[in-house]
């Protein structure tokens, strides 16, 4: 399951969050070495080293974001 997450659902981008805070679509915050989700809930704010959701702050390079990716355009 969480290789579908990895590939399917995985924020990293600017764009990503962008869509997720403007949504105010919930978050998850996975933590990979603890293997277990850490928060969950919409994204407050962000910058390119943190997101701020549940008024915790989370390292961008440190912790996995799952949501819905923005769509990427496809080459025509």
Known sequence: MILTKLTNKSLVT???LE???RLG???EVFCSKQGKTLA???IKGF???KIL???HD???STYLFFGKPALKK???
């Open 14 to 16: 600017n764009q990503d």
């Open 19 to 21: 869509l997720n805070h």
């Open 25 to 27: 679509l919930p978050v």
């Open 40 to 42: 969950f809930g919409p």
């Open 47 to 49: 910058d390119d080293q």
């Open 53 to 55: 959701i549940r008024d």
């Open 58 to 60: 989370f390292c961008r």
């Open 74 to 76: 496809s080459k025509v």
